[in-house]
């Protein structure tokens, strides 16, 4: 496994759950989520997300817990801002590919915002000045082109994907800055931290987690993925916190 893989793409299937206590909420107000996956293959998928989840246990998850109880939440934000920042131009990219040069020209200048004024994206300055943050991905811009989604795919170490998103994966991994760092053991121990910083933000969500996980996570992700490629625009997204909140 090289550090692209952690880099990128597994930030990619964390980042898809973000919101993931609202959505475990919501499951549960309304009994359950309407599956829009495929899944010929779940038998090998449940497998997979065995190995999976006990990784998560035996590493991941003991490495998160004690970033989280030793960091400063002001250091862990600035590290999320700074990783959240250089994913931005990728961002861009496919919203140029996706047809939406406003919205791609307004993540550029996110950028340079935050990079500047923001001390190298420490300071997420550009959504104080009304610069939104978007999540666009290789994925997403495969499905605004026609792409279906394909089988439900669980990957090894990544998660939740399904035939396109992981193809999409592969450009994913090309994109990320990480693999311009010339140092080895520095590349290898930013991905690292990547990846624990944002292993660390889904902790307070698994204690809501109810009934089938695999089935949870699987119609979980697929409803919010086609939901963002249906505009690109999470205005009335149903997983998204704020929304969530103001509703009850």
Known sequence: MTTDTFGCSAVHRLQSLTNL????VLMVLTASLPAYAADPWEKMNRGIYRFN???????????AKFYKRFTPQVVRQGVSNVFDNLGTPAVA????????????????????????????????????????EHDEDFGQTFGVWGAGS????????????????????VLDMFTN??????????????????????RAQLLSAE???????YLFLRDSYSQRRAY???DGEIEDDPFAEDEFEEDF
Not at 53 to 63: A, C, E, G, I, Q
Not at 150 to 169: E, K, Q, W
Request: glycine share 10%; net charge negative; hydrophobic share 45%.
């Open 207 to 213: 204690s809501l987690l109810v009934g089938d996980e």
């Open 21 to 24: 206590p609202a959505a475990v």
């Open 150 to 169: 394909g089988n439900y795919l669980v990957l090894p170490f990544l998660g939740s994907s399904n035939v396109r998103d992981a193809t999409g994966t």
């Open 53 to 63: 989840d006990f990784t998560d246990r035996v590493l991941l998850k003991p490495v």
């Open 93 to 132: 990219v496919n919203q140029l590919l996706q047809g939406k040069p406003v919205a791609s020209a307004s993540d550029l200048g996110r950028f340079v915002l935050n990079t500047t004024v923001g001390i190298g994206g420490l300071f997420d300055v550009a959504s104080a000045a009304g610069l939104e």
């Open 228 to 230: 963002l490629i249906s």
């Open 177 to 198: 800055p990480i693999r311009l760092i010339d140092s080895p053991e520095v590349r290898w121990a930013t991905g690292a931290l990547y990846v624990v910083d944002l």
